[in-house]
């Protein structure tokens, strides 16, 4: 059974860098792109980046200036860094897989990062 | 404002059979890419319900069907249960932006 296992730190300051982690257990690593989509609270689905396990990535272009998807096919893991962060960027982060051309299939459980000064 | 454009909300009777649309354009859904439908209950992640306009992954009920012509693509619950209330989320991909997700309609079981 395939879960993601995400984590990092709930609470910014305006500015601060957001820094996410998701480890992956119980499937292969190599095949997947592996992505970040958050959520504002009570707003919709908004795609951050992805990453294959190539290292090959994708970004939001909105995000594309402040983002950087990292893999770590040691450990089964991926992480996000989001620069400059505002209030903008409070939301819950979720950790993603998906197959390529196929949609995400098997999600993290969620982080919320608050940015509040 | 999300590229694509789903109602905000929707509601039914127990039983009953309800729609949501999800309407792109020509460099999302129109451009021939598939759309993907997702089911969010409160708190939880999102699950995938529809992949690729009208494909059921295992273990979703057939009561949930999808399909898509032209620019838009809509999701089809029939018999309505109350578990059905949720967040749906349509999903597509696009020329520019990549990988888009719609609004998102809330489905109310009356």
């Known amino acids: 059974q395939v879960q993601l296992q995400q984590w990092g730190a709930g609470l910014l300051k305006p500015s601060e860098t957001l820094s996410l982690t998701c480890a992956v257990y119980?499937?292969?690593?190599?095949?997947?792109?592996w992505s970040w989509i958050r959520q504002p609270p009570g707003k919709g689905l908004e795609w951050v980046g992805e990453i294959n396990h190539s290292g090959s990535t994708n970004y939001n272009p909105s995000l594309k200036s402040r983002v950087t998807i990292s893999i770590h096919t040691s450990k089964n893991q991926f992480s996000l860094r989001l620069n400059s962060v505002t209030d903008a960027d409070t939301a819950v982060y979720y950790c993603a897989r998906r197959l390529a051309s196929r949609p995400w299939d098997y999600w993290g459980q969620g982080t919320l990062v608050t940015v509040s000064s | 404002q999300s590229v694509l454009t789903q109602p905000p909300s929707v509601s039914g009777a127990p039983g009953q059979r309800v729609t949501i649309s999800c309407t792109g354009s020509?460099?999302?859904?129109?451009?021939?890419?598939?759309v993907h439908w997702y089911q969010q209950l409160p708190g939880t992640a999102p699950k995938l319900l529809i992949y690729?306009?009208?494909n059921r992954p295992s273990g979703v009920p057939d009561r949930f069907s999808g399909s898509r012509s032209g620019t838009s693509a809509s999701l089809a619950i029939t018999g309505l249960q109350a578990e059905d209330e949720a967040d749906y989320y349509c999903?597509?991909?696009?020329?520019?932006?990549?990988?888009?997700f719609g609004g998102g309609t809330k489905l109310t079981v009356l």
């Open positions: 690729a306009n009208t």
């Open positions: 119980g499937g292969s690593f190599s095949g997947y792109y």
């Open positions: 020509s460099s999302n859904i129109g451009a021939g890419y598939d």
């Open positions: 999903q597509s991909y696009d020329s520019t932006l990549l990988r888009v």
